[in-house]
């Protein structure tokens, strides 16, 4: 079994504290979901997780199977087992799917073979995307649902023991985010994928059913609980737990701002599926 351990996590961007102490466990076949208001600090989360250069981590411990990964570059973490599925995942011109799963392949000591073309192909088939477009430059020019459909792919094809789902379901329709949930899914019972997921709604939770459900505010877990708990947040709304807890959103939201800003420019070669899938 792999764990990934998250203990009084603390970080900032550009000297904004956005993560205020965090504590997490993610195990391999299991479904993980972190929900929250924009400005909460889930997508921070997921790339301090994986190392994004824009933050630092001023308190607190990230380990896998008992060993840290602080102060470990991205394409490390993700030889490790980790696998960061973005939100927004990046436009690679000039470079091709098969060679990004070389280089990630090699990363880890091990070599492709000619299977790679039939397992894409394979995968493609489960999350019914055109195999056409698993010869075309990475991303480019694919719809919000193709893009989220080769990320699935690719996991699959990588097989991760720990996967972090950054908002899977922003801008899918209902059969793309039936067939990118339904996969994750059977990857956590296939091979004991772990997941964390990151979402605003529970939509997501019809297909990709989780185990535990933490909600994340301000920067903290303030409350964790089983799947009903999502049920509680479609009837009361995030604005309930936030009252009954003296936490002002505006300022959260504030936090994100100064969070995005810092984040831009970086390279892409740092945050994009080349690095997110070694």
Do not use: C, W
């Not at 699935?152 to 972090?164: K, R």
């Not at 996969?183 to 994928?193: F, G, N, V, Y």
């Amino acid at each position: 079994m792999t764990a990934l351990r998250i203990a009084g996590l603390h970080a900032s961007v550009d000297g904004h504290e956005i993560l205020r102490g965090i504590d997490l466990d993610v195990e391999s076949g299991r479904v993980d979901v972190i929900m929250g208001p924009n400005g909460s600090g889930k997508s921070t989360l997921a790339n301090v997780v994986m190392g994004h250069p824009a933050y630092t981590v001023t308190a607190g411990e990230i380990t896998l199977d008992g060993e840290s990964i602080l102060g470990r570059p991205t394409h490390e973490r993700a030889a490790q087992g980790l696998f960061h599925v973005m939100q927004y995942p990046t436009e690679v011109p000039g470079v091709r799917l098969v060679q990004v799963l070389t280089e990630a392949f090699a990363a880890r000591g091990e070599h492709v073979d000619e299977t790679v073309v039939e397992r894409l192909r394979a995968e493609a088939a489960q999350v019914h995307l055109d195999p056409e477009l698993l010869g075309r430059a990475l991303n480019v020019d694919f719809s919000g649902g193709e893009k989220k459909r080769l990320e699935t792919v690719q996991l699959a094809v990588l097989s991760p023991a720990i996967t972090i789902l950054d908002e899977i379901d922003s801008g899918l329709d209902v059969d793309a985010l039936r067939d990118v949930a339904q996969r994750i899914e059977a990857l956590t019972k296939e091979r004991s994928l772990g997941v964390l997921a990151i979402t605003h709604y529970a939509r997501l939770l019809d297909e990709l059913h989780a185990d535990r459900i933490h909600v994340l505010m301000d920067g903290r877990i303030v409350r964790t609980g089983g799947p009903e708990l999502a049920k509680e947040l479609e009837a009361t709304g995030y604005e309930g737990i936030a009252a009954e807890l003296g936490i002002e959103l505006i300022a959260a939201e504030e936090a994100r701002r100064a969070g995005q800003e810092a984040g831009r420019g970086v390279a892409m070669d740092v945050e994009g599926p080349m690095t997110q899938g070694l």
